[in-house]
């Protein structure tokens, strides 16, 4: 079983940045690929972002967050990162953190239904 508690969510205008953390409990964080989603009002939830297990050498990024987010992880404090800059008003959502299964070193997948533990989410607002 792994538990896992997002933070670092906010309003902030658009242009901004915001850091969001996902700190896991449980078995062995760094054996689990990770990823992030989000689920805005009155829309499915999207893959957003997902890092591979250990040391992280795979990563994958949805189209519309390619060279504005980038997300990392700490093993050593068992926490998985979203570093989000020139944040857009349409970037507003819950975003939900995810442990996925033991894949292996660079496997990543960005599919939600991959993925076996969950978050409880934390808000971002951009406003414009």
């Known amino acids: 079983q792994v538990q896992l508690v997002e933070s670092g969510g906010g309003l902030v205008q658009a242009g901004g940045s915001l850091r969001l953390s996902c700190a896991a409990s449980g078995r062995i964080f760094g054996a689990y690929a990770m990823g992030w989603f989000r689920q805005a009002p009155g829309k499915e939830r999207e893959f957003v972002a997902a890092?591979?297990?250990?040391?992280?050498?795979?990563?994958r990024y949805h189209d519309s967050v390619k060279g504005r987010f980038t997300i990392s992880r700490d093993n050593a404090k068992n926490t998985v990162y979203l570093q989000m800059n020139s944040l857009k008003p349409e970037d507003t959502a819950v975003y939900y953190c995810?442990?996925?299964?033991?894949?292996?070193?660079?496997?990543?997948?960005?599919?939600?239904?991959?993925?076996?533990?969950w978050g409880q989410g934390t808000q971002v607002t951009v406003s414009s």
């Open positions: 890092i591979s297990a250990w040391s992280g050498g795979s990563t």
């Open positions: 995810a442990a996925g299964g033991v894949w292996g070193r660079t496997v990543v997948r960005d599919s939600s239904g991959d993925y076996d533990y």
